[in-house]
């Protein structure tokens, strides 16, 4: 089985700074890593996702993810924040195995805090 | 692409009764379905996950006779909340995968049910 850890529940950060949201996950198989954001009352969007390949991953609205196999991670970083970038934000992992259908495991969520 | 829509988006029921929750692809066929509940706060927990033409699989404590799912065409799946309490009171998000690819879930808005 799969889990993942967000050991930041809440991270505040003022406009314009730098960011981390920190993702742990173990698993003793293979996995694909995903990081999600869902804003109030919404469902979620995809930020981006590792399969394989480069360990840096780019996603949308700058963000970008790397994947650390040795230590078990994939940290989310953003150079700069905007306020819009307020929301909840979840990893994930899935078993690596191509053909679709395999459920996630969610992370308890980071709630990212852009203040001015 | 890949858009998922979820109808209602928001319900109130009163106590005891059935709500019938619908979660469509719109320009895909989804050969997997996957509800989820969300608390309040909370990351999202897998209730159930569904293939076209078979009945659900159902995550360990989550009641099959409770929370009725049918998956009847590749762009359709219904979750039914039978005789509803209060306590069924949440934030259901749906999402939709292909057979081929690679595992990317693609997720409803959701659907806020209360029940008084």
């Known amino acids: 089985a799969q889990s993942v850890t967000q050991l930041d529940s809440q991270v505040p950060v003022f406009e314009e700074a730098p960011v981390e949201l920190r993702c742990n996950y173990s698993?003793?198989?293979?996995?694909?890593l995903f990081w999600y954001v869902q804003y109030p009352n919404q469902g979620l969007q995809l930020l981006l996702k590792y399969l394989s390949g480069s360990t840096l991953v780019k996603g949308i609205n700058g963000f970008e993810a790397e994947f650390n196999k040795s230590q078990t991670s994939f940290h989310l970083r953003k150079p700069s924040v905007h306020i819009s970038d307020t929301a909840e934000y979840f990893c994930?992992?899935?078993?690596?195995?191509w053909g679709g259908g395999n459920k996630l495991t969610f992370g308890t969520g980071t709630q990212l805090k852009v203040e001015l | 692409g890949a858009v998922v829509s979820q109808h209602p988006s928001r319900v109130i029921c009163k106590s005891g009764t059935s709500v019938k929750i619908e979660c469509r692809s719109l320009d895909f066929q989804a050969t997997t379905m996957f509800w989820y509940r969300q608390f309040p706060k909370k990351s999202l927990m897998l209730m159930a996950t569904?293939?076209?033409?078979?009945?659900?699989?159902?995550e360990q404590g989550v009641e099959k006779d409770k929370f009725l799912i049918n998956h009847a065409s590749l762009t359709l799946s219904t979750l039914t909340v039978t005789s509803a309490h209060p306590e069924d009171s949440s934030f259901y998000i749906c999402?939709?995968?292909?057979?081929?690819?690679?595992?990317?879930?693609?997720f409803g808005p959701g659907t806020r049910l209360t029940v008084l």
């Open positions: 999402s939709a995968s292909t057979s081929g690819g690679n595992n990317e879930q693609f």
């Open positions: 994930a992992v899935s078993l690596a195995t």
């Open positions: 698993s003793s198989v293979s996995v694909y």
């Open positions: 569904s293939n076209e033409g078979s009945k659900a699989t159902y």
